[in-house]
């Protein structure tokens, strides 16, 4: 099953962990609803948490943190999370054992970025970094370590290992980014407070 309905699975129920983030979580219950990732419709975000609350009667807990471990060791078999957590935690049989995959609902989405602060002592320095950092070569040692897609096109031709998944699979998927709530946030804020309290 390749949806975010495994999360519903009687068989598996206890043995399951979703992350412990806000826009994750009702990101991931407003795309199965039909709804878009950032919905701010008061409507829609009851049903996705009325859902959430679902999910939750299955997971052992909301964990942001050890779910690659916890499920190395068997104690989870399906953990909402990075694949690279994951496999990190994985040695090559239990890799071959074990499947990543984007639900067909699609979800949330994020990018990783670089920055340098505002008033940074040593800015070119943090240039050089972030230049080296891009070339292609190694770039795509970065990538096959934690097995992801390059979005550096050069460092495509010196990538040895697969990603889990490909850049297409966003689109794929209808993946969204996940958007300033702006004032909005505060209602997220409470909704997640309530699953995560119980009411």
Request: overall charge negative; glycine content about 8%; hydrophobic content about 45%.
């Amino acid at each position: 099953m390749r949806s975010w309905k495994i999360f519903e699975d009687p068989a598996l129920k206890g043995r399951l962990t979703l992350l412990d983030d806000m826009r994750e979580v009702l990101g991931a219950a407003l795309r199965t609803l039909g709804y878009s990732a950032n919905s701010v419709d008061t409507a829609q975000l009851a049903e996705a948490k009325a859902l959430v609350m679902e999910w939750k009667k299955g997971i052992v807990k909301f964990d942001s943190e050890a779910f690659g471990k916890g499920f190395a060791a068997g104690e989870f078999w399906v953990t909402h999370g990075y694949a690279e957590n994951v496999f990190s935690e994985l040695d090559g049989n239990a890799r071959a054992n074990a499947e990543f995959f984007i639900p067909e609902e699609g979800g949330p989405m994020y990018m990783d970025c670089m920055m340098i602060l505002k008033g940074a002592k040593n800015t070119d320095l943090a240039y050089t970094f972030i230049n080296y950092i891009h070339e292609p070569e190694v770039y795509a040692k970065i990538m096959d370590f934690f097995m992801l897609p390059s979005i550096n096109v050069p460092a495509r031709d010196f990538m040895k290992v697969a990603p889990h998944y490909q850049i297409e699979d966003f689109a794929k998927y209808k993946m969204e980014f996940k958007e300033d709530l702006g004032e909005h946030l505060e209602m997220y804020n409470k909704i997640w407070q309530e699953i995560r309290v119980g009411k």
